[in-house]
């Protein structure tokens, strides 16, 4: 089994910054990569960004790209979810996920945090 948990979420005015934190506990071997994905009000389950613990794959959503950045620490066995320019249709429930591979598909991945909120004012 493997525990995450996210952490950094909360409410910020449009054009803002935040840092998200996903730290991952237990069975660290049996995963291979790491994903971000946001839902928003009323919208499917939408993938962000996700990276290998190798870092050799890097993926991103093009509403992600240029402006999100995903970066791990694998001493402390955390990834994070660096938030730049943020508008109001960012707002959404972030979900840190675990899984066999760095892909969009909510499928590959096994574990999958609580969430945290995000909130963009206008």
């Known amino acids: 089994q493997v525990q995450l948990v996210e952490s950094g979420g909360g409410l910020v005015q449009a054009g803002g910054s935040l840092r998200l934190s996903c730290a991952a506990s237990?069975?660290?071997?049996?995963?291979?990569?790491m994903g971000w994905f946001r839902q928003a009000p009323g919208k499917d389950r939408e993938f962000v960004t996700a990276?290998?613990?190798?870092?050799?794959?890097?993926l991103y959503a093009d509403s992600a790209k240029g402006r999100f950045t995903i970066s791990r620490d694998n001493a402390k066995n955390t990834v994070y979810l660096q938030m730049l320019s943020l508008k109001p249709e960012d707002t959404a429930v972030y979900y840190c996920?675990?899984?066999?591979?760095?892909?969009?598909?909510?499928?590959?991945?096994?574990?999958w945090g609580q969430g945290t909120q995000v909130t963009v004012s206008s």
């Open positions: 990276t290998t613990w190798s870092g050799d794959r890097l």
């Open positions: 237990g069975r660290r071997r049996d995963i291979y990569a």
């Open positions: 996920a675990a899984g066999r591979a760095a892909t969009m598909y909510a499928a590959n991945y096994d574990y």
